[in-house]
T-cell receptor, first 112, second 114 residues
Framework: LAKTTQPISMDSYEGQEVNITCSHN???????ITWYQQFPSQGPRFIIQ???TKVTNEVASLFIPADRKSSTLSLPRVSLSDTAVYYC?????????????FGGGTRLMVKP | GAGVSQTPSNKVTEKGKYVELRCDPI?????LYWYRQSLGQGPEFLIY????????DSGLPNDRFFAVRPEGSVSTLKIQRTERGDSAVYLC????????????FGPGTRLTVL
């Protein structure tokens, strides 16, 4: 199983760029990397998914180096409303497997 | 359009009782998932349905937990002889196709076992 490791918590200030790195040394060839965001008292919400290099959408960017043993979620110009828990998941999108293992996540606190 | 809905939003029961938690997925989503989440922890996978069948039930903690999805849409999570350790938020999610696709989560059911 591809296990993921993320920082437990991070602090930032409004307007800054935040980068959260996830380690997944045992990632398999068919595995994708997916990030979710969760606010208190809500279910997680999909942010972004990628396989290699860089993926960007209207919310975030995902950077994946060539060896794919880590990935970095980048949130540009965060606001107070980005305070949440962020989860990194790794798994084969065609297989239930460990794609469904959320781990502890990273608690991001954005300060004014 | 309507998202994933879960009922009830809160459930308080006594130790030893039976409970049912309901999930209405997004219309047309073939995959449905159940998770439970304890305070300060990430969601813990319980079971995954593809259509009417349980494609992966490896996360169910013991035989007191059971889930059904008889018509490939609504699902019910059933917990027998509840224990205080079952207290958690039970989350349901649905998606198109396989488990790695974007999952849309409901607001959860907070279960408290006294």
């Amino acid at each position: 199983l591809a296990k993921t490791t993320q920082p437990i918590s991070m602090d930032s200030y409004e307007g800054q760029e935040v980068n959260i790195t996830c380690s997944h040394n045992n990632i398999a060839t068919n595995d994708y990397i997916t990030w979710y965001q969760q606010f208190p008292s809500q279910g997680p919400r999909f942010i972004i998914q990628g396989y290699k290099t860089k993926v960007t959408n209207e919310v975030a960017s995902l950077f994946i180096p060539a060896d794919r043993k880590s990935s970095t979620l980048s949130l540009p110009r965060v606001s107070l409303s980005d305070t949440a828990v962020y989860y990194c998941l790794v798994g084969d999108i065609g297989n239930a497997g460990n794609m469904l293992t959320f781990g502890g996540g990273t608690r991001l606190m954005v300060k004014p | 359009g309507a998202g994933v809905s879960q009922t009830p939003s809160n459930k308080v029961t006594e130790k030893g009782k039976y409970v049912e938690l309901r999930c209405d997925p997004i219309s047309g989503h073939t995959a449905l998932y159940w998770y439970r989440q304890s305070l300060g922890q990430g969601p813990e996978f319980l079971i995954y349905f593809q259509g009417t069948g349980a494609a992966d039930d490896s996360g169910l903690p013991n035989d007191r937990f059971f889930a059904v999805r008889p018509e490939g849409s609504v699902s019910t999570l059933k917990i027998q002889r509840t224990e205080r350790g079952d207290s958690a938020v039970y989350l349901c999610a649905s998606s198109w196709g396989g488990s790695g696709n974007e999952q849309f989560f409901g607001p959860g059911t907070r279960l408290t076992v006294l």
